[in-house]
């Protein structure tokens, strides 16, 4: 849960870092989501449109509606503060303050509009994606753009919900790289009630479901990008008590209360040996955000580091 | 007239015998073959595969890593690949 201010806390930093997504349950207060789904239905024509137009299709030809004329979306580059003004629901959903501080948390306080889109699945469909990475492979630019996922009607177990992995955001892939993989332990369909909002880190593996049951499947997904660095803007409480120094050592002594424990918690899927190199992301990940550039876990930057640094003073 | 199956595992490390962590089914039979176990995973690793009469097509090599990128996590590293034929 959230501090008092709505901004995160570190554990939950911790926990993002890890893990590469924060799920909260039933954020938005059901008013809310009743008037965002009816924007959403506007919205759809709109962005199924433009983006078919934009592969040089004709949206009329594919029987797709079409889309109200006064309906308006923000630019790529808009502050968010600037995007859906009042009277919007969409707009209202982003700028409640539980929503808004999860967002300054990660990505300060008025990061810019990337895109968003609305993704519906009818009832008894059967598409479904690949998994996939959004966007393209990254660089080793530590700084990451969120992606809020929003759902503001029911998903019921079995419906098909999001699929994504838990701790998939720091393995630098191409986009469709990752569709080979049908099944991963430890994956998750999301299901969750009304106004359920999901923050993933940009990297985050993820694919829409085929959607087997008798209700229509709606979920608004946007991007948003930081204009700041991206270092301890969320709520400062635990701090103190959680980031570790780099002698937070399974192999010599190892905290049971520190920032590094839970980053040392790895998912079914990742095993062995291999999760000492994720290890290491995530270590590189905190270091940015917490502006301490000593943080270690488990030691496997600090030695080799101090051994460089030791040959350069000869 | 025979048909294949192709079978994916990624396992946790190099050896045959580590941990399913992820896998893919890719069926030629058009579901008129047999399916795998009904089970997550389908085998527990990859001997459990050999052991079903799966054939072993391909394994993981052992890589050097490039000077820069020792230490980053890509894409699933120990990927398998098995295939059996069917008759149908």
Not at chain 1, 103 to 127: C, K, R, Y
Not at chain 1, 228 to 255: E, K, M, S
Not at chain 2, 34 to 41: F, R, V
């Amino acid at each position: 849960m959230p501090a008092k201010d709505h901004r995160l806390t570190t554990a939950e930093m911790a926990e993002f870092v890890a893990n590469g997504y924060l799920r909260f349950d039933a954020l938005v207060p059901d008013v809310l989501n009743q008037q965002a789904l009816a924007e959403l239905r506007d919205l759809y024509p709109l962005k199924l449109g433009n983006a078919v137009k934009a592969t040089g299709l004709n949206p009329d030809e594919l029987g797709i509606t079409k889309a109200k004329q006064d309906v308006q979306t923000p630019e790529s580059l808009t502050p968010l503060s600037e995007c859906y003004p009042p009277p919007s629901a969409i707009g209202e959903m982003l700028r409640l303050p539980q929503v808004h501080g999860i967002i300054e948390s990660l990505a300060g306080t008025d990061p810019l509009f990337d895109h968003d889109f609305v993704h519906f699945i009818g009832a008894n469909s059967p598409t479904g994606q690949h998994l996939h990475v959004d966007a393209v492979v990254d660089n080793r630019d530590p700084s990451f753009d969120i992606q809020l996922f929003y759902y503001p009607s029911e998903v019921k177990p079995g419906a098909g919900g999001t699929r994504f992995i838990p701790g998939s955001h720091l393995r630098f892939t191409r986009a469709e790289g990752v569709s080979r993989y049908q099944k991963i332990l430890g994956e998750q369909h999301y299901h969750g009630s009304a106004g359920t909002v999901l923050i993933f880190h940009h990297g985050l593996w993820h694919a829409g479901q085929p959607n087997p049951s008798p209700e229509d499947r709606w979920m608004y997904k946007i991007r948003l990008n930081p204009t700041v660095p991206q270092i301890r803007l969320w709520n400062q409480d635990d701090f103190g008590a959680l980031h570790n120094d780099p002698r937070d050592h399974t192999f010599a002594h190892a905290r049971t209360d520190s920032v590094a424990q839970k980053l040392r918690k790895m998912q079914p899927w990742q095993k062995g040996h291999e999760a000492r190199y994720e290890q290491m992301e995530r270590a590189k990940l905190w270091r940015y955000l917490s502006g301490d550039q000593d943080f270690d876990v488990d030691y496997y930057h600090t030695r080799m580091e101090r051994r460089t640094r030791a040959n350069q003073e000869l | 007239m025979h048909r294949q199956q192709v079978l994916y595992l990624w396992l946790a490390e190099g050896a045959l015998d580590t941990g399913t962590i992820a896998w893919a089914f890719h069926d030629g039979t058009k579901g008129t073959g047999p399916g795998l176990p009904d089970c997550e995973p389908p085998f527990a690793n990859g001997v459990a595969a050999l052991e079903d009469g799966w054939f072993l097509l391909q394994s993981p090599a052992p890589y050097v890593t490039q000077p820069g990128a020792e230490h980053g996590a890509s894409y699933l590293p120990n990927e398998f690949v098995f295939v059996r034929s069917i008759e149908i």
